[in-house]
């Protein structure tokens, strides 16, 4: 007889091609959360009946025990007052009800609630396996008679129900692990009958849920436990077998997704489930074309943009092998004039793929990619005619021009391409907070990684210096300004400290740099950065600055500052240079 591993691990059938929290909007609130039958029609598999196919057999050789005793049917009065004991229909019910409370308090059991406690899980585990096992082998032994091991299967579902009680219980993760429970629910993953797989990887979900009050320690066990049983293939053997044009299916798949994105979050673990396979899976489900963008469609959006968050690796992986970038690109070209619908679902999606593309442009692989595909181009449309689009495509460009490798080639490119205009147009109006900082990040850059003496640099220069250097007067009047909130906020800094012991200082540090970045710490630096290279680089911009500030002395300090806290070599090299040039 094979073994009962093997019995549930049905053909893997993977895919071709390959914390927003919310619940799966089903139709049937039964059939969605706890429902102990499934639909007729959900099971591909024709070994797999649905559970509602089981029926009762006298000659199954599944009965045990001994038959009941005839009874004899005694008619009630005409009133239906009495049954054949001689009690009514009301003192029976409160009978019964007497008689469940003694057994409740008995089983130690208050109000009719099964007390959730390690004895609990350890009877929940024992029935568990032997759930597992009695269906396992009623399967082999009726492999071609779904009729007769349906009712197995029904009870498993059932018990795999229970398990949903433990969500509330983090405390019972590590017992849950060490009775070998965690593992056989993953297995079930792999079930032939695709509607007991389905109600395991959505007890997983809820068991990885971000609102589980579970401690750290206990959680990775649970994790590394569910990983260890082989979680991430199990889950997608499964997106690659079920088919979301039925409900139960689709439902599956959402939890299949909820599980990844539980799991994505952590860099370790991202790239243990974050295979090519995973996401060519991820990238074909968020093209597919939908009347309007479904639940599934942008729970991949943004288990795929939560992966690439995590893991260096997995956006240098999706730039170069799975060509994400381009795809990215592609989609997100429908939205260049056209806004999605406020508040939706194509909302999340457009947004949780500009954050995607963001962070794989962070990498030089992923600049290479963007340039390739004529990313460029499309930002500096966005960024001219754009609505929706327009902010996340000055992100986008933000982090573009950033880092190191790979950055020159794109500060050429924008020059190349006519962005320049764009960019001093949108600066010299009155952008707000969050794009005055993006600006001029993108300043920084030009400055820093256009050549010398080339064509694209004197352009750059050119623009700050243009109509009697109002740039460089508009820059110089953004300094004083973010000095003025800057000086504010150490002013308050300061009282707090004399009101407190040296020795809690510490404990506050974090929240007081938090107050400075706020009140424009990260402007004021970069502001400095760029008066610095149109001082040493252009001689009416240097009088235009010390005719409005007085002096470098205070620039000269904040890239001090900056040079001294850099963790970045060539960032510091820089910073030093620029010391020398304001001498």
Not at 88 to 109: F, P, V
Not at 151 to 180: Q, T
Request: with cysteine; charged share 30%; net charge negative.
């Amino acid at each position: 007889m094979a073994s009962i591993t093997d019995l549930f691990k049905g053909p893997s059938q993977a895919s071709s091609s390959g914390s927003i929290k919310r619940k799966f909007n089903s139709h049937d609130a039964d059939r969605a959360y706890k429902a102990t039958k499934y639909s007729s029609t959900s099971s591909p598999n024709p070994k797999s009946a649905s559970l509602e196919d089981a029926a009762e057999d006298d000659n199954s050789d599944t009965e045990a025990g001994r038959s009941l005793p005839p009874t004899e049917d005694l008619p009630d009065d005409e009133e239906g007052r009495f049954f054949g004991g001689g009690v009514s229909r009301d003192a029976a019910e409160a009978l019964d009800y007497i008689d469940t409370q003694d057994n409740n308090d008995a089983n130690g059991i208050e109000y009719g609630v099964e007390k959730i406690d390690a004895s609990w899980l350890k009877r929940t585990a024992v029935s568990f396996e032997r759930k597992i096992a009695k269906n396992a082998e009623l399967r082999a032994k009726y492999e071609g008679e779904p009729a007769k091991f349906m009712a197995s299967e029904a009870e498993l579902d059932a018990e795999v129900k229970e398990w949903s009680l433990l969500s509330e219980h983090g405390e019972l993760y590590p017992l849950f692990v060490e009775s070998g429970a965690a593992g056989q629910l993953v297995g079930l993953l792999g079930h032939e009958n695709t509607d007991v797989a389905i109600g395991a990887v959505q007890i997983l979900s809820e068991l990885l849920d971000e609102d589980v009050e579970v401690g750290e320690v206990e959680g990775e066990g649970l994790v590394e436990a569910l990983l260890e049983a082989d979680l991430g293939e199990l889950v997608m053997s499964n997106l690659g077998r079920l088919d979301e044009g039925e409900e139960a299916d689709r439902e599956g798949v959402y939890h299949c997704l909820a599980v990844l994105g539980a799991l994505a979050g952590k860099q370790e673990v991202a790239e243990k489930i974050g295979t090519v396979q995973v996401l060519e899976w991820l990238c074909d489900r968020i093209r597919r074309a939908e009347k309007s963008v479904g639940q599934n469609k942008q729970m991949a959006a943004e288990v795929l943009q939560v992966l690439l968050q995590s893991s260096s690796e997995l956006r240098q992986k999706l730039a170069g092998e799975v060509e994400g970038a381009d795809l990215f690109l592609q989609l997100l070209a429908l939205y260049r004039k056209r806004d999605p619908v406020k508040d939706s679902l194509e909302e999340e999606w457009v947004e949780n793929i500009f954050d995607a593309l963001t962070c794989v442009i962070d990498e030089p692989r992923g600049k290479d990619a963007y340039l390739e595909a004529e990313g460029m181009e499309l930002t500096l449309i966005m960024l001219k005619e754009g609505g929706f689009s327009k902010s996340r495509a000055l992100r986008l460009l933000d982090h573009a021009v950033g880092g190191a490798e790979g950055a020159a080639g794109v500060c050429e490119k924008l020059v190349e391409a006519g962005g320049l205009k764009t960019l001093f147009s949108t600066f010299t109006k009155k952008p707000s907070g969050t794009t005055t900082e993006r600006l001029l990040g993108i300043f920084a850059a030009l400055l820093r990684w256009l050549p010398g003496e080339s064509a694209a640099r004197i352009r750059t220069l050119n623009k700050f210096t243009e109509k009697d250097c109002e740039k460089v007067t508009k820059m110089v009047e953004l300094r004083k300004d973010f000095a003025r909130r800057i000086n504010a906020a150490e002013e308050e800094i300061k009282l707090e400290r004399r009101m407190m012991d040296e020795e809690d200082w510490p404990e506050r540090e974090a929240e007081w740099l938090s107050r400075r970045i706020e009140g424009g710490l990260f402007g004021l630096q970069t502001t400095d950065v760029i008066i610095a290279w149109l001082v040493a680089e252009d001689q009416t911009a240097n009088k235009v600055v010390i005719d409005s500030l007085g002096s470098l002395a205070d620039v000269k300090t904040s890239l001090v500052e900056q040079a001294a806290g850099a963790e970045d070599d060539e960032a510091k090299e820089m910073l030093s240079t620029l010391i020398d040039l304001l001498q």
